[in-house]
């Protein structure tokens, strides 16, 4: 079954810190891969997208994924969290059929 | 650019009512969705639709939950009756394109967010 998985329901990072939130698909073949932020109260936005060519990936905000097909990941990485980061973070792949996976909540500690 | 519009807000009912969303895609943009999102979960796809037509409808409650885009531009969203388990945001989104699978990025509204009680 096609399936988007975030092992992290919720991290705390310091601000300053570098940043990696995990995400992992199941699909028969490679799907479209996004990221969204979502803050409180507000709709979806789009971080990055991934469709083929360099599995290194470059969005707002000084995101940045990397698809691993060996992995089926595509893990959102940041260098320095800067206090506005903190929200909720979802991956989703688009295989005919958009799906999310259930989120990360990032709280970031001044 | 204008995004996409949602309205209600917010909106608190009690079960059996029925309720009503409406969304105003970004001008032009052929497709169009609706989404449930439920606390503490990402966002699920109740309803496709590419121009006022329905693409995808399969995970729908068909009993209670109806949607329509008359002519292609805005669409509703009802629920009639209302169920508790129904309180959850209702985000809408669009995108350019014609098609299933595109490199064509999905914009979202801000949602409406339901209570039920």
């Known amino acids: 079954a096609q399936s988007v998985t975030q092992p992290d329901i919720h991290i705390t990072v310091s601000e300053g810190a570098s940043l990696e939130l995990r995400c992992n698909y199941s699909?028969?073949?490679?799907?479209?891969l996004f990221w969204y932020v979502q803050s409180p109260g507000q709709g979806l936005q789009l971080l990055l997208k991934?469709?083929?060519?360099?599995?290194l990936v470059q969005g707002i905000k000084g995101f940045e994924a990397e698809f691993k097909r060996s992995q089926s990941s595509f893990n959102l990485r940041k260098p320095s969290v800067h206090w506005s980061d903190a929200a909720e973070y979802f991956c989703?792949?688009?295989?005919?059929?958009?799906?999310f996976g259930a989120g990360t909540r990032l709280t970031v500690k001044p | 650019e204008a995004g996409v519009a949602q309205s209600p807000r917010y909106k608190i009912i009690e079960k059996r009512q029925s309720v009503a969303f409406w969304c105003n895609p970004i001008?032009?943009?052929?497709?169009l969705y609706w989404y449930q999102q439920i606390l503490g979960q990402g966002p699920k796809l109740l309803i496709q639709?590419?121009?006022?037509?329905?693409?995808?409808d399969s995970q729908l409650p068909k009993d209670r939950f109806s949607a329509e885009r008359l002519k292609g531009v805005d669409s509703t969203l009802k629920i009639q009756p209302a169920k508790l388990e129904d309180s959850a945001v209702y985000l809408c989104?669009?995108?350019?394109?014609?098609?299933?699978?595109?490199?064509?990025?999905?914009?979202f509204g801000p949602g409406t967010r339901l209570l039920v009680l």
């Open positions: 989104a669009s995108r350019l394109s014609y098609g299933g699978l595109s490199q064509e990025t999905q914009y």
């Open positions: 699909y028969g073949a490679t799907p479209y």
């Open positions: 991934y469709f083929s060519g360099d599995t």
């Open positions: 989703a792949v688009d295989n005919n059929d958009m799906r």
């Open positions: 001008s032009g943009h052929a497709t």
């Open positions: 639709f590419q121009n006022n037509g329905v693409v995808d």
